[in-house]
Nanobody
Framework: QARFVESGGGLVQPGGSLRLSCAAS????????MSWYRQVPGKERELVAS????????NYAESVKGRFTISRDNAKNTLYLQMSSLKAEDTAVYYC?????WGQGTQVTVSS
């Protein structure tokens, strides 16, 4: 059974940066496409970025293109999301997703 532990969230000022990590276990991480989603209360969970199993291809929501970078380290079974030039509208709970399973989420708050 896939398990994820996200970390790296927190409070950051507009224009700042954060790096989220998602440590995976319980499945063959290197065989799966992995994704980051985010959710704001009252709204549907939305796809932020995804990455293929070997990391060769990535996909981003239009709202984060050029500011966020998804990456993975298959030797460490870890998924990352580097977030830069953060905006107030990036405030959300961020979740990693793979093998039909979700992490518990990590809160990102962008505020001055």
């Amino acid at each position: 059974q896939a398990r994820f532990v996200e970390s790296g969230g927190g409070l950051v000022q507009p224009g700042g940066s954060l790096r989220l990590s998602c440590a995976a276990s319980g499945f063959a991480f290197s065989n799966y496409v992995m994704s980051w989603y985010r959710q704001v209360p009252g709204k549907e969970r939305e796809l932020v970025a995804s990455i293929t199993s070997a990391g060769g291809r990535t996909n981003y929501a239009e709202s984060v293109k050029g500011r966020f970078t998804i990456s993975r380290d298959n030797a460490k079974n870890t998924l990352y999301l580097q977030m830069s030039s953060l905006k107030a509208e990036d405030t959300a709970v961020y979740y990693c997703y793979g093998d039909l399973s979700w992490g518990q989420g990590t809160q990102v708050t962008v505020s001055s």
